[in-house]
């Protein structure tokens, strides 16, 4: 099950600041499509109203008085989108997954269905594949032809953490100070 990521949700019968009525049914679609989303928790009579109003291609799931579940009926929750072949992602944690690719081609674009952030690393046999930003999802493209394994890692910064950790524990000793 994929839902909005925090930078693109509805909020109160808005989205961007705009009252959802005022888009088309298109614009929201091509959204759910972009993003692979299958269902949308929804509480705002606004917002349960709209898509009330598209039962050819949104189906009511569950409802109570204040919560309603709908699924978007021509959802493509496929995490990865390439030319030739197909692929899938499997996640080992928040640090690490694995995309497998089949039958694809070199050269062919391979896209992930996941927010781009720069601090990912991709690598095919422990070569760096260099990854890019395309309309803030993940890119690269397929080193070779065939059916193989993508590892991604994401570092933990580890050190920076402990550095994070440590200046707010100061921070606190030395504000505590001045209290006293």
């Avoid at 692979?36 to 709209?50: D, P, R």
């Avoid at 499997?90 to 995309?99: N, P, R, T």
């Avoid at 570092?155 to 606190?172: E, G, N, Q, R």
């Amino acid at each position: 099950m994929r839902s909005l990521s925090l930078k693109k949700r509805v909020i109160c019968g808005t989205y961007k600041g705009k009252r959802i009525s005022d888009y088309k049914i298109e614009e929201i679609n091509n959204l759910f499509e972009k993003w692979g989303i299958e269902y949308l928790i929804l509480w705002s009579n606004e917002t349960k109203n709209y898509f009330s109003m598209y039962k050819n291609l949104y189906e009511k799931m569950w409802s109570d008085d204040e919560w309603a579940i709908y699924r978007y009926k021509h959802a493509k929750p496929d995490s990865v989108i390439v030319k030739h072949g197909y692929g899938s992602i499997k996640h080992k944690d928040y640090y690490k997954k694995d995309v497998y690719l089949y039958n694809v081609k070199k050269g062919d674009e391979v896209l992930l269905k996941s927010n781009y952030f720069p601090a990912w690393r991709a690598y095919y046999n422990d070569i760096e594949i260099k990854l890019k930003e395309k309309d803030r999802q993940i890119s690269f493209f397929a080193p070779k032809t065939g059916s193989y394994r993508i590892r991604m890692v994401f570092p933990k910064y580890i050190l920076l953490s402990i550095i994070s950790i440590a200046s707010l524990f100061l921070s606190f000793v030395l504000s505590s100070r001045r209290l006293y």
